[in-house]
């Protein structure tokens, strides 16, 4: 049976090992915090006393930690005393230096490494439909494709070592700033009298359609499901927007591309985080607009 050691078991971690779990793999886990532990050894993963004992019989390592110092460190340690041969995953989201020297770490040890974050969140963690993009050979990602189809919906090779987190952090600028576009048209339609409703049925169906508006739409009323129906609870924290913000920021400037909205609205959610809503729902930037607006 392969073995899989899953390191990082927070919100995302333990329901993505859970579902690894009941694919049929032995699961070992380990986090910094004893009840992520428990809530995954509920589902089935075996626990580990530390990352390093968890990767000893490991076919597999999969990451999902919070941000590239925590990759590099975790990589650091356990990359030396890895199974020979074994594949490592890093599924956080990081930024595409920190991506790129995870990968010559794993390689150094004669691992094969992909980068492959995700797109879902929560909810898609828990149902197994995540959107994985990933960076690396040809080689590890035929190796990682069927290990990541009982967490995913969809798999996409998106080019060598860091072309994942290169995909994730500019699918999540475009989101960005089409949130804060929706959220401004429709504090707009307000001041001119226009209903949610007619702007939404107007755009949904015009040139101003949008995933933001069609499925994230950031007023009560047109999409029953999305966060504005229920206080702006996450859904996708504020604070994770602005993460991944500031990452496509940082790219930018090391890779001289000319991004001003990505600025702006990395500025913007920066302001929104600042005013005490970094666990609001991303979308609940709009609450912030009509506030600078009046
Ligand atoms: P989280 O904070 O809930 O989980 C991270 C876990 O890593 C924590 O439980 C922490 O204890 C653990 N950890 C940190 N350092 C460790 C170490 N040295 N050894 C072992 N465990 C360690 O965060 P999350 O929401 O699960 O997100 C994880 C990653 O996935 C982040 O990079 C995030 O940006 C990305 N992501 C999150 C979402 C989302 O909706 N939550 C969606 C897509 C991507």
Redesign the pocket.
Same mark, same amino acid.
């Given at each position: 049976m392969t073995t899989i050691a899953f /390191?990082?078991?927070?919100?995302?971690?333990?329901p993505m090992a859970a579902n690894l779990v009941k694919g049929g793999y032995a699961v070992h886990g @380990?986090?910094? /915090?004893p009840e992520?532990l428990v809530i995954a050894k509920e589902h089935g993963v075996v626990i580990m006393a530390?990352?390093v004992a968890a990767v000893k019989a490991a076919d597999v390592v999969i &990451?999902?930690?919070?941000?590239g110092k925590?990759v590099l !460190? =975790?990589y650091e340690?356990i990359a030396p005393k890895a199974k020979k041969g074994a594949l490592f995953v890093d599924? !956080? &989201? /990081?930024d595409v230096e920190s991506a790129r020297k995870a990968h010559v770490i794993a390689n150094r040890h004669g691992l094969l490494s992909i980068d492959a974050? =995700?797109?879902? $969140? &929560?909810a $898609?963690?828990a149902a197994g439909t995540?959107t994985f993009m990933a960076g690396g050979s040809k080689e590890a990602f035929a190796k990682a494709e069927p290990i990541l189809q009982p967490m995913a919906g969809r798999i996409v090779h998106c080019g060598d070592d860091g072309a994942g987190q290169a995909a994730?952090i500019c699918n999540n600028m475009i989101l960005g700033i089409s949130m804060i576009g929706v959220a401004e048209a429709f504090v707009l339609a307000e001041k001119l009298g226009l209903s949610h409703q007619a702007l939404f049925d107007v755009a949904s169906t015009s040139s101003g359609q949008c995933w933001s508006l069609t499925t994230y739409c950031p007023v009560p009323g047109p999409v029953p499901k999305s966060p504005a129906n229920n206080g702006y609870k996450?859904? @996708?924290?504020a604070a994770?927007m602005l993460?991944?913000l500031k990452l496509s920021q940082e790219a930018a400037q090391a890779s001289g591309a000319v991004t001003p909205l990505g600025a702006e609205a990395a500025q913007l959610y920066a302001l929104f985080n600042a005013q005490g809503n970094a666990g609001a729902d991303f979308s609940g930037i709009i609450n912030f607009l009509r506030g600078a607006s009046t």
């Open positions: /390191i990082g078991l927070g919100n995302m971690g333990n @380990f986090d910094l /915090i992520n530390n990352a &990451t999902m930690l919070p941000a925590h !460190s =975790v340690d599924s !956080s &989201t /990081i974050p =995700v797109s879902g $969140g &929560t $898609g963690a995540l994730k996450p859904g @996708f924290a994770l993460k991944d």
